[in-house]
């Protein structure tokens, strides 16, 4: 089909065509070529992750105490048991105040041997480092 509009004594002629462009060019950044269309699902992991970091790590923002309290119990289980916290070196994670080894922490399984402790605030790295190695040996 085609339309013919006018302007002024001029006549255009549109065709009414269907232009398929592959989804790659279209998340080109527009320099490139393309239309700058973020890719959602990357985005979105992304996004989810940055998310799922920050209620790890500062949980006692207001933000964070949104989410619990209008997300709450999620499963069966509060918002913080979700997330799985990955060990690494151990350098940012709390051996007893993080649930690192165990669904909850250290602590609040074994709250006699922290009381006993005299290292209450040590990470998992600063533990291995006084000796508490993999073979459970101190």
């Known amino acids: ?27 080109l950044k527009k320099k490139d070529g393309g239309l700058g269309v973020k ?12 998310w799922v970091w920050r209620v790890l790590e500062e949980r006692e923002s207001l933000w964070n105490v949104v989410l619990q309290v209008k997300y709450g119990v999620v499963g069966g289980r509060g918002l913080l048991d979700n997330i799985v916290r990955k060990v690494g070196d151990g350098r940012s994670t709390m051996f007893w105040e993080d649930p690192w080894l165990l669904d909850v922490p250290l602590v609040v399984s074994y ?28």
């Open 1 to 27: 089909m085609t339309i013919a509009i006018a302007f002024g004594a001029h006549f255009t002629k549109i065709s009414r065509k269907i232009f398929w462009i592959k989804w790659d060019t279209i998340c």
């Open 39 to 50: 890719r959602l699902r990357e985005f979105n992991i992304s996004l989810l992750g940055k």
């Open 111 to 138: 709250p006699r041997l922290f009381e006993l402790s005299d290292h209450k605030g040590a990470t998992v790295r600063e533990m291995c480092l006084l000796g508490w190695g993999t073979d459970g040996g101190a």
